[in-house]
């Protein structure tokens, strides 16, 4: 009985599956063949291997990877003879030629295949930045709009017995209408950034789940098992060892079982960073996971771990390598940058201004680090427009999905820095509603800007206070206007009975730069900077944490000041090449005091 239905099953998903991306719940647990590694590339600035001299798409463009066979065969390209570099890894970093290019780069990855029956293939990225077509053998597999979320298309039907290939033309131009927009400070890196696979599944797999504890409950775990097919009376289990849990259910007819088990979890927090086992079988699927369980909450004016009040001891981090720079792609660099942050005493993390490589959200929850994550909505966003909604909501959604079972993760930001009108607050509202909608137990925030300042006081009024849970602005008083001596007697505003947050404040400093602490660029500038700040803000009531901007110097095109900058934003307290600042410190003995 059961074979045979699952061969209905499979005839049913066989139609349904082509209609729907996969969530693929933490891939990494999954049956996968890796992609990463050497990758020819072919650099086309006019987009000559996708457009005819008319403009017009091509039938027969790079993407056949086609081969001059006789002597009078005309083909303009070789993806063999051409370059190489690999991947995961931005191209600005890998090839001179290619440090400030903006356009179109072609990659192409041979691999063999061996087909295996009942089984699908779904092709995976972690992320490409920032718009990609995808071929495999010739055949277009998909495209994606976003640069820094995973996705993945079915290539079961595409994939050939043995010897195949896949071709990506990956483009990083900045458009108006693009999330992010044209303007913002950070490197443009583009490619295909982070890991790229093959994942077997079942014709029917267990596609998406979900286990925590429910909203202000410590003592059960819910969630879901989700089929990738709206099968019903599937068996699914649920076993979690460490908690003395084995449970099995039947999906409904959407193919999902839901639950909600009576148990005492050890609840997960910087200081015991403790996370479960946890394993979830069904449809001849298993996938293994390691789940924290912990409780995020605002009461007044105070932020609670766990029903105790905390203090968002944090640092702003961009997702850039140490010592080499580039896009991250190793766990390793993860490290590297969150122990730096664990040195300073942090128990928090802001993931700035877009959602991080899974290996950082994850090492930052096996170090006992919180983390903020954002979407890209940065700046002059086009609010007016509604495919750029459409974009910045589905990376919200591929953020949230991705990262659901992150215990570490304790914030979702919508936004940075957005310039206030009725465009910008009705889509950010939208935004803050889907958070709502789709995660109860997180905090909702975003990088407000101050908006009012008189009478030597600063004031944080902006529409969306009223749908966030914290009050989070950036602020550089000392930097951009005013000097670090006005910090001494300068007064806030912040009319909401809610924490505040600042999410960013800070200086730049030219490590090994020394002068007395008015010379701006030495680092005595930016420690003074930072002292005051820090007294300034801790004096103020509803003070529930900070993120300074930032914790490593990063590449940026608008940082041009030569034999200072020269394209990085100085506003590090550890340079480049790992060397800490005289900020460093000050930062370090404040949160000794918290
Ligand atoms: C802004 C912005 C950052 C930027 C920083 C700066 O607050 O959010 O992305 O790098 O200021 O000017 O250094």
Not at 138 to 164: M, R, W
Not at 381 to 407: G, V
């Amino acid at each position: 009985m059961k074979k045979i239905t699952l061969c209905i099953l499979s005839v049913l998903l066989f139609f349904w599956q082509g209609f729907s991306n996969p969530v693929l719940q933490n891939v990494y647990a999954r049956r996968t063949v890796t992609l990463n590694g050497t990758w020819n590339y072919i650099v086309d600035p006019l987009d000559n291997g996708y457009y005819d001299y008319r403009r017009q798409p091509l039938k027969n463009g790079f993407f056949e990877n086609r081969k001059a066979q006789a002597p009078g065969d005309l083909v303009e390209y070789n993806f063999d003879r051409d370059a190489t570099m690999t991947i995961p890894g931005d191209w600005n970093t890998q090839d001179d030629r290619l440090f400030f290019y903006e356009g179109t780069v072609w990659f192409k990855k041979d691999f063999t295949y061996t087909a295996k029956s009942g089984k699908r293939v779904f092709l995976y990225f972690g992320a490409v930045n920032y718009t990609c077509n995808v071929w495999v053998n010739g055949k277009e597999a998909g495209s994606h709009e976003g640069g820094f979320t995973p996705f993945a298309f079915d290539v079961t039907d595409i994939l050939q017995e043995g010897d195949n290939f896949v071709i990506v033309r990956a483009n990083n131009e900045r458009k108006p209408e693009n999330v992010p927009t044209l303007n913002f400070d950070w490197w443009n890196y583009g490619g295909i950034t982070r890991d790229v696979m093959l994942v077997e599944t079942p014709e029917i797999f267990i596609d998406d789940y979900l286990v925590q504890l429910p909203k202000g409950v410590n003592d059960a775990v819910e969630g879901y098992i989700r089929l990738n097919s709206p099968a019903a009376g599937i068996n699914v289990r649920l076993q979690i060892p460490g908690l003395g849990i084995d449970r099995q259910f039947f999906t409904n007819e959407k193919g999902e079982a839901t639950f909600r088990i009576g148990a005492k979890p050890d609840l997960w927090s910087p200081e015991s960073p403790y996370l479960y086992q946890v394993k979830v079988t069904g449809a001849g699927d298993t996938l293994l996971d390691r789940i924290g369980f912990r409780n995020i909450a605002t009461e007044g004016k105070s932020i609670l771990l766990n029903g105790e009040k905390i203090f968002l001891k944090g640092i702003s981090i961009h997702d850039e390598a140490p010592f080499r720079q580039g896009r991250i792609i190793s766990r390793e660099e993860c490290r590297i940058l969150l122990g730096w942050a664990k040195e300073l005493g942090c128990n928090f993390v802001r993931l700035a201004h877009y959602p991080h490589n899974e290996h950082m959200v994850r090492t930052a929850e096996e170090m006992g680090l919180m983390v903020w994550s954002e979407i890209p909505v940065y700046w002059t966003i086009r609010f007016d427009n509604p495919p750029t909604f459409e974009n910045a909501s589905a990376q919200l959604r591929a953020m949230m999905e991705r990262d659901k079972n992150r215990c570490a993760v304790v914030v979702w930001s919508v936004a940075n820095e957005t310039p206030h009108s009725p465009a910008r607050d009705a889509f950010l509202e939208n935004l803050a509603k889907q958070v709502r909608d789709n995660d109860n137990t997180r905090l909702l925030s975003m990088a407000m800007e101050v908006s009012g300042f008189s009478d030597n006081t600063n004031k944080v009024e902006d529409y969306m206070s009223r749908f966030v849970d914290i009050i989070s602005f950036n602020h550089y008083l000392g930097w951009y206007g005013g000097t670090p001596q006005d910090c001494k007697t300068r007064q806030w505003y912040i009319p909401y009975d809610k924490p505040f947050f600042v999410s960013e404040f800070g200086a730049g400093a030219l490590q090994g730069y020394h002068g007395d602490p008015g010379q701006r660029w030495t680092e005595e500038y930016q420690a003074e900077l930072y002292k005051n700040t820090l007294e300034m803000f801790d004096r103020v009531e509803g003070f529930a944490g900070t993120s300074p901007w930032i914790l490593m110097d990063f590449r940026s095109p608008r940082r041009q000041l030569p034999y200072i900058q020269d394209f990085f934003n100085r506003k590090g307290l550890v340079s480049e090449k790992g060397v800490k600042k005289a900020a460093f410190y000050v930062l370090k003995d404040f949160y000794l005091t918290k």
